[in-house]
């Protein structure tokens, strides 16, 4: 079968049927143009595919080329007879992964309709193309069609498109999309990658006191030192072949693929730092930054990438935390911990509200007598899942949310209203409920307010509450704090400074505070040590405190006293009462109760209450 109808590549010499031929039944038309046309119409296919622009070839089952035609020659380089009988897979590099060659058989064996893919091919003057093959089944044959469609340009417009969408215009690095591309990529690789380490690296860093150059040089200077920044990653990446991506404004990516164990993603960070630490001279000015990093490597298999960006984002806050301009390795404890701390945290408004909360209490002790004179409400938490939490897991937290607010209304409600029942049940003998005051429930609540309505409900004295507040929070206070802490003091209620000592320790500030007593911190009653060994500083400093708070009509207590050593030397010095666990261990109302029925003794006879126990719980006063 060669040549064309008329020798010119014209229209067949027969005439085509006439309309109302057309219109005869279907069935007797096609059957009649099949018998009459046919040879004309082959004819006529051939001189289309010779003639065709597009190359294209005729493979048989075998994968072998039966006829190509010239458009298929010329992209190759070849004449088409020569192509004859040459396995079309070699032609157009079918084998060059195992999917597209078992799809490829599938298409000539005819369990498959298509195969489309693209290659890239050489060319004869040594350059190369790209293409679009198609493989699909001829009508009415066991023989299939290959086309090869040029798209170069459209590939080459294609990937210069994608470099610009998937590159950060700033410093050319890879930007976050394609990190995570190539991030899961390694990871999916990982699961069937025979002959590798199975692991993966992952340096992530911030830039330290990036906003202060963008702040005050403004942003040309500063995208110039992300500049310089990238281009020093690169080198240290380079010989290793990492990936360097900027993940966006002052955060960069190193990635390792293949990690040979957390040495080598460590020492990659080690030189990281190295390389910043070198000052840059940007635009005129010298600059110096630093960076942290948080480092993270683990096995491929079983990590997804939003879990490792996830842990290389904590690590990153860990190494700021740590102090900055240095590398921190992810440490799957303090995670753990970190988690903990977040599930308290999110827990505590509800906790609340299905009072999980509980009051205990620990007397403040004369130390003249021994005699009960107050107590402080400790609060703890009934965690469902965690147990008894003392103050120092949750009230960071509490602060930190806003939850201090509701849990302080909660806590101050309920210890007034107990020491109104201690009131009613001694009256001969009333005592101080002390409750702990966050600066934050001064700053976001009406303070006034709340503690008008409780001692208004529960019919508790004001002389008989006292508000503790940290000195660093009482020191600093001015404008609305300071008059919230007025109004108290001219209700009648008592202002303590607690864990005082410790803070700003403005003594020209503290004549013009509404304050009435100070509870001295514990460090300063642990530092009295025997009289074997003892520390003449610490009793120093205390005695001209105590001297202090008595001249400004202050009453003084001692925080933290775990022995009849200590309690004997305060009582000296002259501090007014001592709390700690030599006196008692926070504990219940009811024991409360019968400590102020009995009758006081001296502050040094008292029975040692499990001495040492104060700083296991880690709470400043010794007993929450």
């Not at 001279?281 to 600059?287: F, K, P, S």
């Not at 303590?496 to 403005?506: E, M, R, V």
């Not at 400004?552 to 022995?563: M, R």
Request: proline fraction near 6%; aromatic fraction near 6%; hydrophobic fraction near 40%.
């Amino acid at each position: 079968m060669s040549g064309t109808p008329d020798g010119q590549g014209g229209v067949p010499a027969t005439a085509l049927p006439t309309i109302t031929e057309r219109s005869a039944s279907s069935g007797e038309y096609h059957a009649g143009f099949r018998a009459e046309y046919r040879p004309d119409c082959l004819a006529d296919y051939r001189a289309a595919f010779d003639g065709a622009h597009l190359a294209m070839a005729v493979v048989d089952r075998g994968g072998f080329i039966l006829t190509a035609n010239a458009a298929l020659g010329a992209l190759l380089g070849s004449d088409p007879a020569r192509l004859a009988a040459t396995p079309a897979a070699d032609l157009a590099d079918l084998r060059a992964d195992p999917r597209t060659w078992a799809a490829y058989r599938e298409v000539l064996h005819g369990r498959r309709d298509r195969l489309r893919c693209t290659r890239r091919l050489p060319q004869p003057g040594g350059g190369s193309l790209w293409a679009e093959i198609v493989v699909a089944p001829l009508p009415d044959s066991c023989n299939t069609l290959l086309s090869v469609s040029d798209i170069s340009e459209r590939y080459d417009l294609r990937a210069r498109l994608r470099h610009l969408q998937m590159h950060d215009p700033v410093t050319r690095l890879p930007n976050r999309g394609l990190f995570f591309e190539r991030l899961s990529m390694a990871l999916e690789a990982a699961t069937y990658e025979l002959g590798g380490s199975g692991r993966i690296g992952l340096c992530y860093l911030d830039l330290d006191g990036f906003k202060a150059v963008n702040d005050t040089l403004g942003h040309r200077v500063g995208d110039r030192l992300l500049i310089e920044v990238a281009q020093r990653l690169t080198e240290c990446a380079a010989p290793g072949g990492h990936l360097v991506a900027r993940l966006g404004g002052d955060e960069f990516a190193l990635l390792v693929e293949g990690s040979s164990g957390t040495e080598q993603v460590s020492g990659l960070a080690t030189d990281v730092l190295a390389a910043l630490q070198r000052p840059f001279d940007v635009a005129g000015q010298r600059l110096a930054v630093s960076a942290s990093i948080g480092v993270v490597e683990r096995p491929s298999v079983g990590t997804h990438a939003t879990e490792l960006m996830q842990a290389a984002d904590t690590t990153l806050y860990w190494a700021k935390e740590d102090g900055k301009a240095r590398w921190t390795l992810f440490d799957p404890e303090r995670n753990a911990h970190r988690m903990t701390r977040q599930a308290l945290s999110s827990t505590l408004r509800p906790a609340v509200d299905r009072d999980e909360f509980v009051l205990e209490y620990q007397p403040l002790v004369g130390l003249d007598d021994g005699a009960v004179r107050g107590v402080e409400a400790l609060v703890r938490w009934r965690h469902p899942q965690f147990g008894i939490l003392a103050p120092n897991r949750f009230i960071g937290l509490a602060e930190e949310n806003g939850a201090i607010v509701p849990l302080g209304r909660w806590v101050l409600a309920t210890a007034c209203r107990q020491a109104r029942r201690w009131q009613l049940a001694h009256p001969a003998a009333p005592i101080t409920v002390s409750v702990n005051v966050a600066v934050r429930q001064v700053w976001d609540s009406d303070l006034v307010a709340d503690v008008a309505a409780v001692l208004r409900e529960t019919g508790l004295p004001s002389r008989l509450l006292q508000l503790e507040l940290t000195e660093s929070a009482v020191m600093g206070s001015a404008g609305r704090p300071l008059q919230q802490l007025q109004q108290l003091s001219d209700m009648g209620v008592t202002i303590a400074i607690d864990d005082f000592g410790t803070g700003y320790s403005n003594l020209a500030y503290l004549s013009r505070l509404p304050v009435s007593a100070l509870k001295l911190d514990g460090s300063f009653v642990r530092g009295f040590r025997t009289d074997e060994h003892p520390n003449p500083a610490d009793e120093t400093i205390v005695e001209a405190l105590v001297e202090l708070a008595h001249r400004l009509g202050l009453k003084v207590t001692a925080e933290c006293v775990e022995s009849a050593e200590q309690a004997r030397r305060l009582r000296r010095i002259g501090c007014d009462t001592g709390q700690g666990w030599f006196y008692s261990r926070p504990v219940t109302p009811e024991l409360i109760s019968a400590l102020v029925g009995s009758e006081g003794h001296p502050a040094d006879e008292s029975p040692p209450a499990e001495p040492g126990r104060a700083a296991e719980e880690g709470h400043p006063d010794c007993g929450g």
